[in-house]
Each structure stands twice: as structure tokens, then as C-alpha cells.
């Protein structure tokens, strides 16, 4: 069984950093793009950062370039989202993904990933 399984958020002023991981179990964890997405109440997941399988390539929402760094560590089977500079609109609910498919043009697409983890909720305010 797949679990993906985040931690690491919280309640930070604006500017401020959090660091959130996502645990794997239950796959073959280096034959996965790992991403992360987020959503607001009443709007669509959006993707905000993935890194690929066998590259280790990254990518990113043009909104969060320069300020959140994603990482895998392949030995705890965990990938990580370094966020710095929070601004208020980075709230949301942070979700971790898993895509076997490991295809380029679609890394952005939510509807890709086969495994989600439950979320962690992620709030910058004052």
C-alpha cells in the first residue's frame, strides 16, 4: 500500500521559511517524480514544484521561483519543499504527489500523479 505522508507545516509570519517533507512508503520511490501541489478553499490544486525521477531536474510555478527549493533524499525515501520568503498568498493546504509516468510535459498536471498524500495545511499571516 502507497502511503505518502507530509509534515512540516504550520503557522508562520510573512517572510518567514518552512521546510515541509513528504514520507514514502509502499513504492519504488526513485522511479517517481515526486511533486507538490496546493489549494485554497474554492479553487483548483495547483502544481508548485516537481522533481524528476532519474534527471533530479526541477521545476516551479513561476510564483515561488527564487523563494522554495524541492529535494528527494533517496536513502529515506523523503522529498522536501524549502520555502522562503512566505507571502500571504502562499497559504494553502500543501499536498505531496507521486507520478510513475514520469512524462515531461505533463509534470505540471495534477490529474498525473497516481498517489497523494492528505495534506498539511501551510498559513502566513501576521
Known amino acids: 500500500q502507497v502511503q505518502l505522508v507530509e509534515s512540516g507545516g504550520g503557522l508562520v509570519q510573512p517572510g518567514g521559511s518552512l521546510r515541509l517533507s513528504c514520507a514514502a512508503s509502499?513504492?519504488?520511490?526513485?522511479?517517481?517524480?515526486m511533486g507538490w501541489f496546493r489549494q485554497v478553499p474554492g479553487k483548483e490544486r495547483e502544481f508548485v514544484a516537481a522533481?524528476?525521477?532519474?534527471?533530479?531536474?526541477?521545476y516551479y510555478r513561476d510564483s515561488v521561483k527564487g523563494r522554495f527549493t524541492i529535494s528527494r533524499d533517496g536513502a529515506k525515501n523523503t522529498v522536501y519543499l524549502q520555502m522562503n520568503s512566505l507571502k500571504s498568498e502562499d497559504t494553502a493546504v500543501y499536498f505531496c504527489?507521486?507520478?510513475?509516468?514520469?512524462?515531461?510535459?505533463?509534470?505540471?498536471?495534477?490529474?498525473?500523479?497516481?498517489?497523494w498524500g492528505e495534506g498539511t495545511q501551510v498559513t502566513v499571516s501576521s
Open positions: 504527489a507521486a507520478d510513475g509516468n514520469g512524462i515531461l510535459s505533463t509534470i505540471r498536471d495534477p490529474s498525473t500523479y497516481e498517489h
Open positions: 509502499g513504492l519504488s520511490f526513485r522511479t517517481y517524480t
Open positions: 522533481i524528476r525521477r532519474s534527471s533530479g531536474h526541477t
